[in-house]
């Protein structure tokens, strides 16, 4: 009897330990300027919405917002995977009054990101949506943020909040240029972008959100390296794809930049060249 209520004493202390360091960890999560934690707690009402993966991060917000008066927001992160970012736009427009725009480049869809998922449990119990996609998708690591309030925070997202505990995201791009050695590589080098007809129908989904809330949707294909975007697969197979689900164009910046020194690496413009990029889309009128 005895060994019993030192089991259960050390169990109920487990169970306070576990819930008191998760609620600090909450704490810290929801105190931060990143991204997320800004928009659950109600603090990101913008003109603007910005949605991608890493390239959506090349959506420049202090130069947007200069060149065009209107307040922005961005959901971008590296890696990103559309199901995760449909979540993410319904939480916004339950949230916020619509935004007059919204930009999503649609590489977003390229592949299917469960590890980066698995981080949202940092915002589960703010969102019913996010709670239903890592419920459906990745049962076992829904149950173990029910079970450990912790392990809620043992991932890269909640990482990243703490980097910007205390210092904006807003300018989180590459700010280099693409080294002679990378770009001496640029004939060898490929990148095969995969066409998932699951991430297109959420892609399809969220811009029939954003539409019924009277939101302008953009789509749009940032650019690459000069040269390199032919060396990226199943591009115009996947800008095909949107445009038959959507029902809108997509807008093709691929090749709109032809100055190496706009580029970080093969993938990424860098503030330099994000910069232009913004510049085109508004003398396009994709941007006001």
């Given at each position: 009897?005895?060994?019993?209520?030192w089991?259960?004493?050390?169990?109920?202390?487990?169970f306070?330990?576990?819930?008191f360091?998760?609620?600090?960890?909450?704490?810290?999560?929801?105190?931060s300027?990143?991204?997320?934690?800004r928009?659950?707690?109600d603090?990101?009402?913008?003109?603007?919405?910005?949605?991608?993966?890493?390239?959506?991060l090349?959506?420049?917000?202090p130069?947007?917002?200069?060149?065009?008066?209107?307040?922005?927001?961005?959901?971008?992160?590296?890696?990103?995977p559309?199901?995760?970012?449909?979540?993410?736009?319904?939480?916004?427009?339950?949230?916020?009054p619509?935004?007059?725009?919204?930009?999503?480049?649609?590489?977003?869809?390229d592949?299917?990101?469960?590890?980066?998922?698995?981080?949202?449990?940092?915002?589960?119990?703010?969102?019913?949506?996010l709670?239903t996609?890592?419920?459906?998708?990745?049962?076992?690591?829904?149950w173990?943020?029910?079970?450990?309030a912790?392990?809620?925070?043992?991932?890269?997202?909640?990482?990243?909040g703490?980097?910007?505990?205390?210092?904006?995201?807003?300018?989180?791009?590459?700010?280099?240029?693409?080294?002679?050695?990378l770009?001496?590589?640029?004939?060898?080098?490929s990148?095969?972008?995969?066409?998932?007809?699951?991430?297109?129908?959420?892609?399809?989904?969220?811009?029939?959100?954003?539409?019924a809330?009277?939101?302008?949707?953009?789509?749009?294909?940032?650019?690459?390296?000069?040269?390199?975007?032919?060396?990226?697969?199943?591009?115009?197979?996947?800008?095909?794809?949107?445009?038959?689900a959507?029902?809108?164009?997509?807008?093709d910046?691929?090749q709109?930049?032809?100055?190496?020194?706009?580029?970080?690496?093969?993938?990424?413009?860098?503030?330099?060249?994000?910069?232009?990029?913004?510049?085109l889309?508004?003398?396009?009128?994709v941007?006001?």
């Amino acid at each position: 009897m005895k060994h019993l209520v030192w089991y259960a004493a050390f169990f109920a202390l487990l169970f306070a330990g576990d819930r008191f360091g998760g609620w600090l960890l909450q704490r810290q999560a929801e105190q931060s300027q990143f991204r997320y934690a800004r928009m659950y707690r109600d603090d990101a009402e913008a003109d603007i919405l910005l949605v991608g993966n890493s390239r959506g991060l090349t959506f420049y917000q202090p130069y947007i917002e200069e060149k065009t008066g209107q307040t922005t927001f961005n959901l971008s992160y590296n890696g990103l995977p559309m199901d995760a970012a449909k979540v993410l736009v319904q939480d916004y427009l339950d949230r916020y009054p619509a935004p007059k725009v919204m930009l999503v480049d649609i590489t977003t869809c390229d592949r299917v990101n469960d590890e980066l998922l698995a981080g949202f449990t940092t915002y589960m119990n703010r969102s019913k949506h996010l709670d239903t996609l890592i419920h459906s998708k990745l049962p076992k690591v829904w149950w173990g943020s029910k079970v450990s309030a912790l392990f809620r925070y043992n991932n890269e997202i909640f990482q990243r909040g703490l980097t910007y505990r205390d210092k904006t995201d807003e300018d989180w791009l590459l700010d280099r240029v693409i080294s002679p050695n990378l770009v001496a590589r640029v004939e060898q080098d490929s990148y095969l972008l995969k066409v998932h007809p699951y991430l297109v129908l959420q892609l399809k989904e969220m811009v029939a959100s954003a539409q019924a809330k009277g939101v302008q949707v953009q789509l749009l294909i940032s650019p690459y390296f000069p040269t390199f975007d032919g060396n990226v697969t199943n591009l115009d197979n996947l800008k095909t794809a949107v445009e038959q689900a959507t029902g809108l164009p997509v807008r093709d910046y691929r090749q709109a930049l032809s100055d190496p020194t706009d580029f970080g690496d093969f993938m990424h413009p860098n503030k330099k060249g994000s910069m232009a990029y913004i510049d085109l889309m508004r003398r396009d009128k994709v941007l006001p």
